[in-house]
């Protein structure tokens, strides 16, 4: 059974950093794309960022760009994401979702991220 | 950056009502188009791919048509379980993923 658990929810002040865990179970994470997706408070999706299975490619919303890094530990079946500088604006519930053959497929239950002073 | 434009906002309709929900992008995305149903305090669930695909375990009475710049999400007997929110997505590879505002179908 495909499994992906995000960890890391906390409520931080504007400026500062958390990292978010999202570990994979039952498919070869070592193969697959996955990709952080954000949900602001009764608002939409917004894609943030994408890494390929190597590690070696990472793509970025403008809006995190410079802010934040997507990374992974093959070896762990986790990936992650570096959130730094953080804003009121990035508050949201914070999915890991994989990527197969270009729609995400499978989607963790979110974990919220809170930014405020 | 394609931006994806779902019409209506909020649709009101009855059990067994055929329900369409559109979605055009900015800019052609061929048939890189994916639908998403995401119910309150739950992750987005994958419907459609490639425009028109089902995804596995998904009931027949969703379907997705269009390719270029216009879409539509189709179902064709509205059930109980399917009042949901309604997401588009296009991944276009050339493109940042990005994400329609979503449609939110109501009991009427």
């Known amino acids: 059974e495909v499994q992906l658990l995000e960890s890391g929810a906390g409520l931080v002040r504007p400026g500062g950093s958390l990292r978010l865990s999202c570990a994979a179970s039952g498919f070869p994470f070592s193969s697959s794309v996955m990709t952080w997706v954000r949900q602001g408070p009764d608002k939409g999706l917004q894609w943030i960022s994408t890494?390929?299975?190597?590690?070696?490619?990472?793509f970025y919303a403008d809006s995190v760009k410079g802010r934040f890094t997507i990374s992974r530990d093959n070896s762990n079946n986790t990936l992650y994401l570096q959130m730094n500088s953080l804003r009121a604006e990035d508050t949201a519930i914070y999915y890991c979702?994989?990527?197969?053959?270009?729609?995400?497929?499978?989607w963790g239950q979110g974990t919220l991220v809170a930014v405020s002073s | 950056d394609v931006q994806m434009t779902q019409s209506p906002s909020t649709l009101s309709a009855s059990i067994g009502d055929r329900v369409t929900i559109a979605c055009r992008a900015s800019?052609?995305?061929?048939?890189?188009l994916a639908w998403y149903q995401q119910k309150p305090g739950k992750a987005p669930k994958l419907l459609i791919y490639r425009a028109s695909e089902l995804e596995h375990g998904v009931p027949s009475r969703f379907s997705g048509s269009g390719s270029g710049t216009e879409f539509t999400l189709t179902i064709s007997s509205l059930q109980p379980d399917d009042f949901a929110t309604y997401y588009c997505q296009q991944y276009n590879t050339y493109s940042p993923y990005s994400f329609g505002q979503g449609t939110k179908v109501e009991i009427k």
């Open positions: 890494i390929n299975p190597s590690g070696g490619n990472t």
């Open positions: 800019e052609s995305v061929f048939n890189w």
């Open positions: 979702a994989r990527i197969v053959k270009g729609p995400f497929d499978f």
